[in-house]
């Protein structure tokens, strides 16, 4: 089993950033393919990045493209989403998932993923 545990989300304004955080436990990330999801109010869950387990391929949501960064620290059990320039339509609360069979082709699909994190949510007010 792993646990995931989101952190660093917020309240700021249209133009700053944030730096959001998924720790884990109870099992190595090291193997699994990661994703960053979100869903706003009335909205479905959509993603926004996902990165290979060794972190050399990332993958983002057309609307967070140059804006949003996806990182993984492997030896420290944990993913980043650095989040820059951000507007009022990234509001949302942010999902932190891990696959066990994870593959670039599916990392839109949320069914993929095993583990979910309870999530954090970001507001950006204009």
């Given at each position: 089993?792993?646990?995931?545990?989101?952190?660093?989300?917020?309240?700021?304004?249209?133009?700053?950033?944030?730096?959001?955080?998924?720790?884990?436990?109870?099992?190595?990330?090291?193997?699994?393919?990661?994703?960053?999801?979100?869903?706003?109010?009335?909205?479905?869950?959509?993603?926004v990045?996902?990165?290979?387990?060794?972190?050399?391929?990332q993958?983002?949501?057309?609307?967070?493209?140059?804006?949003?960064?996806?990182?993984?620290?492997?030896?420290?059990?944990?993913?980043?989403?650095?989040?820059?320039?951000?507007?009022?339509?990234?509001?949302?609360?942010?999902?932190?998932?891990?696959?066990?069979?994870?593959?670039?082709?599916?990392?839109?699909?949320?069914?993929?993923?095993?583990?979910?994190?309870?999530?954090?949510?970001?507001?950006?007010?204009?």
């Amino acid at each position: 089993q792993v646990q995931l545990v989101e952190s660093g989300g917020g309240l700021v304004q249209a133009g700053d950033s944030l730096r959001l955080s998924c720790a884990a436990s109870g099992r190595t990330l090291s193997s699994l393919g990661m994703a960053w999801f979100r869903q706003a109010p009335g909205k479905k869950r959509e993603v926004v990045a996902a990165i290979s387990w060794s972190g050399s391929m990332q993958y983002y949501t057309d609307s967070v493209k140059g804006r949003f960064t996806i990182s993984r620290d492997n030896a420290k059990n944990t993913v980043y989403l650095q989040m820059n320039s951000l507007n009022p339509e990234d509001t949302a609360v942010y999902f932190c998932a891990a696959a066990r069979s994870w593959h670039s082709r599916s990392y839109r699909d949320s069914f993929r993923y095993d583990y979910w994190g309870q999530g954090t949510q970001v507001t950006v007010s204009s």
